[in-house]
């Protein structure tokens, strides 16, 4: 691998966990260098980003002292580009927020020293010159796993990935979305999950069609089945579902407080009725003051963890939820 330094962009607030998986499963050891952003040197090959699911982006800094071309040459770039695909001239675009004439240099230096093509809509490299980084397109997310047909609430991959990273999926467990909208969360799990089984519901008709369609083009309707429902009354049977992974509604793009306050209680007492008694559950939520309210109200599950991510704009917090142990003694017990 010519390439020796990469950028990996991740959720903010997940750092550690993606870090850790890095080293655990790949032998990769990376660095955080700024929030949202680790920094991994001597990566020998990429294969690492093949299961990468919580890796939104790919790049490679650039020291612009030295010139944007000469940097790009250093860092061989272009032989990256080969290696993941690129079988053409380079395209690339350059990205310099508020400096048209500082763009207008770059592409002119480029043209001459490299002859990429620039070309805007339909980029190999995105120069960007705000975080002296080059970010390669064929490693993005949507190139890497199938680009999703989205909603404005959806949630970012990345963030789905890691919050099914601390719901710890069984091998062969049923995981449950119960405001899935267009599947991030399901749709994520089996990607990285070969086997097991998920399940979408949400109360809106285009949600649904959109995630039956991301399932489809992704070929995982066999594993991954979707419906409409409301999360508080699930169609699903008592204790049958291993996780339950979530981004609620935070009451402010989506939904309202005053709604949340019905929503969030009685979507509870539908994860906690759904759940095994080995369950666990990870959800996101903003509208923390309630979120905690409606889990203290539920008979047996208690939070055992919490990270504020921030992403989009927003800082919602991820809960994780696990049945309280004298409740799971009791359930064991009932049923020997
Ligand atoms: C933050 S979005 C989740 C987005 C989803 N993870 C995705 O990637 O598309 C919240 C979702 O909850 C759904 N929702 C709101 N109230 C619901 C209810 N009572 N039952 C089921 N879904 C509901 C909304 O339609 C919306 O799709």
Not at 107 to 131: M, Y
Not at 252 to 280: C, F, H, Q
Request: glycine share 8%.
């Amino acid at each position: 691998m010519s390439s020796r330094r990469l950028v990996l962009t991740c959720p903010v607030g997940f750092e550690d966990l993606v870090r850790g998986d890095l080293l655990e499963d790949d032998g990769v050891r990376a660095r955080q260098i700024d929030p949202g952003l680790l920094l991994v040197e001597s990566i020998g090959d990429l294969t690492f980003l093949e299961h990468a699911t919580a890796i939104d982006q790919v790049s490679v800094p650039l020291d612009l002292s030295t010139g944007v071309a000469i940097s790009l040459r250093e860092a061989a770039v272009g032989r990256l580009c080969e290696r993941v695909g690129v079988d053409r001239i380079v395209h690339y675009r350059v990205h310099s927020p508020g400096d048209p004439v500082q763009r207008d240099a770059v592409i002119a230096e480029v043209d001459r020293a490299l002859g990429w093509i620039n070309s805007p809509g339909d980029w190999d490299v995105n120069l960007d010159l705000a975080t002296s980084r080059a970010d390669i397109g064929p490693l993005r997310w949507a190139a890497r796993f199938g680009r999703l047909d989205r909603l404005p609430a959806a949630t970012p991959v990345a963030v789905a990935a890691c919050a099914v990273r601390l719901a710890k999926v069984p091998a062969e467990g049923v995981l449950l979305d119960p405001c899935g909208g267009v599947g991030s969360v399901p749709i994520v799990d089996a990607l990285v999950r070969p086997t097991g089984d998920g399940l979408v519901v949400d109360a809106l008709a285009e949600a649904v069609d959109l995630a039956a369609g991301n399932l489809r083009r992704l070929g995982l309707t066999e594993r991954v089945s979707v419906r409409q429902g409301d999360a508080t009354a699930l169609e699903v049977a008592d204790h049958s579902v291993d996780r339950v992974v979530t981004d609620l509604p935070f009451g402010k793009r989506i939904g309202s407080n005053e709604a949340n306050r019905t929503l969030y209680p009685a979507a509870l007492r539908e994860i906690e009725r759904v759940l095994t008694s080995d369950g666990r559950c990870v959800l996101l939520s903003d509208d923390k003051r309630l979120l905690k309210d409606a889990v203290a109200r539920t008979h047996g599950l208690k939070i055992v963890r919490e990270r504020v991510v921030r992403y989009n704009g927003v800082t919602p917090t991820a809960y994780t939820l696990a049945r309280s142990r004298r409740l799971r003694e009791r359930r064991t017990a009932d049923a020997s």
